[in-house]
């Protein structure tokens, strides 16, 4: 596999970052979506219970909600 | 960051695992984050042998039950600090880019935040700082963020370099 590429023109630079924060935009807010459904999830809310447990172990109270 | 902050006990995290690598934790005003790291091969092409280990790094706020921000909580730095640590010690030749997201005019605060976070946690971390502009002068700051043993180190400097056209590199 390559370990180098050749030299950007300003053009390709410029091309190669649009198309770069296109997709990460897009990925973005889908990233953000799966969190908030897997939070809702009765297999989130199991995890963050567990979490609960854990850190009043070591004297850190978080009620639920 | 005040000196308190650096030993504060952090939270209990968990794995989640998943293709983006997302861990949780939640907070003593019962805020849920997820630490995400998610695959970006596209960052440097996927002819380079070093896109494999290449992740987006981002903190979502997942859930808020507060009417208002959640105020400054101590334990959240070291806790996200233990959760990069995590990371990167399951792949020790991980690269991670971190995008400050412009969408509300907060990058810079994110920016300095961040940048606050990597000071005292960045062990053998080097950083290197830049940006990406879009044609409409959005300006997002970036950050890539490598183990300073990486054995592709040198290589992946020069193509970040060539991709954004210049950085400034903190240790």
């Known amino acids: 596999m390559e370990t180098t590429q050749k030299i950007m023109t300003e053009e390709e630079r410029q091309a190669h970052i649009a198309h770069f924060l296109k997709r990460w935009k ?9 969190a908030r459904q897997r939070f809702q999830s009765s297999e989130g809310q199991a995890i963050l219970k567990e979490l609960r447990r854990k850190n009043a172990e070591r004297g850190i109270i978080i009620s639920e909600l | 960051m005040q000196k308190e902050e650096l030993s504060s006990p952090n939270y209990e ?15 003593i005003n019962q805020v849920t984050y997820e630490i995400v790291f998610k695959p970006t091969p596209y960052l440097f092409g996927e002819s380079a042998i070093f896109s494999y280990f290449t992740y987006e790094f981002s903190i979502i706020l997942v859930n808020n039950p507060m009417d208002r921000e959640p105020p400054v909580d101590l334990k959240i730095p070291p806790t996200i600090a233990a959760i ?4 990167f010690n399951n792949a020790a030749d991980t690269v991670v880019i971190y995008i400050c997201d412009s969408s509300d005019g907060r990058q810079v605060f994110r920016k300095r935040k961040f940048d606050r976070w ?53 240790k």
Do not use: W
């Open chain 1, 26 to 34: 897009e990925e973005k807010h889908q990233t953000e979506e799966e």
């Open chain 2, 13 to 27: 995290f968990r794995f989640i695992g998943g293709s983006k690598n997302s861990y949780t934790f939640q907070t």
């Open chain 2, 84 to 87: 990069f640590t995590d990371f």
């Open chain 2, 118 to 170: 990597f000071e005292h946690y960045k062990y053998s971390f080097i950083k290197i700082d830049s940006s990406f502009d879009e044609a409409d002068g959005t300006h997002y700051p970036v950050s890539l963020i490598l183990k300073e043993r990486n054995p592709f180190r040198n290589e992946i400097c020069a193509q970040f370099m060539n991709i954004v056209g210049g950085f400034n590199q903190n």
